[in-house]
């Protein structure tokens, strides 16, 4: 892969595609547990370009050229400066409480989002836990075929079989045969 990247990028700088390279792997689906390693390990699918900005998605739907982007990305940031004006606005007006009042409603305010903080990473947990155990079945379905078909193929020897032994490289001169007919007199467990 990283041969193919350095071709398609004309490049001899392999290090510089190492986290294309590394990208693209995590987030290729992955037959044997039936997602991306990505979305195993994260509990997400990757996102990729825009899709992964700060824009909201009815937004990047309607982009359709590179000037439309820029003007609503200058707009997001003059919306974020208009906001923190504003935020410190507030502070000038709340100036006449001492430094320890705070008001009952701003506590309840500010413990608000901690609560639902808690429960979007307790949901997050849950859904990783959910696709690794799903990740961990898939890998547990696919050894579990391979092994059947391993047992097709090469069923055990009985007594009295015949048998193909490969003789080693080493141990064979040229004109030797490379394989050992033989038949099975005895079986031992070991």
Do not use: C
């Not at 547990?33 to 900005?53: D, P, T, W, Y």
């Not at 990047?60 to 003059?78: V, Y």
């Not at 410190?88 to 506590?107: D, E, F, R, V, Y």
């Amino acid at each position: 892969m990283l041969t193919a990247w350095m071709n398609d990028n004309d490049t001899n700088k392999w290090s510089d595609g190492l986290s294309f390279v590394q990208f693209a792997k995590n987030t290729t689906y992955h037959e044997r547990i039936r997602q991306s390693l990505k979305e195993a390990m994260f509990g997400v699918k990757a996102k990729r370009g825009i899709a992964s900005s700060f824009l909201p998605g009815e937004q990047i739907a309607n982009i359709e050229t590179e000037e439309q982007l820029e003007e609503i990305a200058n707009t997001s940031e003059t919306e974020e400066q208009l906001e923190e004006t504003v935020n410190a606005s507030k502070k000038k007006l709340s100036g006449g409480h001492t430094k320890n009042h705070i008001p009952k409603k701003n506590i309840e305010e500010d413990l608000q989002p901690t609560t639902s903080s808690h429960q979007i990473l307790t949901e997050k947990h849950e859904l990783i836990s959910t696709k690794r155990a799903a990740a961990r079945e898939n890998l547990l379905l696919q050894a579990t075929k391979m092994l059947q078909t391993s047992q097709k193929q090469f069923p055990l020897a009985q007594i009295g079989d015949n048998v193909r032994i490969q003789v080693p490289d080493v141990d064979r001169g040229r004109t030797d045969s490379r394989n050992v007919l033989a038949v099975v007199v005895e079986i031992r467990l070991l």
